[in-house]
């Protein structure tokens, strides 16, 4: 638990917007249903929309433009091929120099990382869903009010 605080951390370089798309790509990209459904409603507060989860879902498919911005693009490329190739291409790369601090760029290995041990520690433990926690959403938006303000900025 420690250590998935620790990614909650208010000097996080990465966008909650970005920080949310590394978890749910990675999600589907493992197949890990706990972890999108822990995760989609943290998305929901920070805005992310149905249509853009469907979007996330669609494994093999890039980001579509008219759903995410540039960067995220590119995020979702750079988890695709973290999950498929275990590595990230030169091509790739060179993108995410040009639009990321070097911080911004290895907070998304740390996260895909994390939660990539995550998956797959969830599905093979097969750990059962949670029922519906009741204000859930309010709770989430209390806990994450600075962020939220944060994620208005950009």
Known sequence: MVLLTSMWSKDRKIRSTEWQLVVLRTAATLDAPYEWDVNEPVARIFGMTDAQFAALRDVGNKLPENLFTERQQLIGLFIDQLSGKNKVDLETMEKMKANFSVEEIMELFYTHGVYSFLARMMNSCRI???????????????????????????
């Open 128 to 154: 059962d869903f949670d029922p519906p926690i009741p204000g859930l959403d309010d709770m989430l938006r209390k806990v994450n009010a600075a962020a939220i303000e944060k994620e208005k900025q950009y």
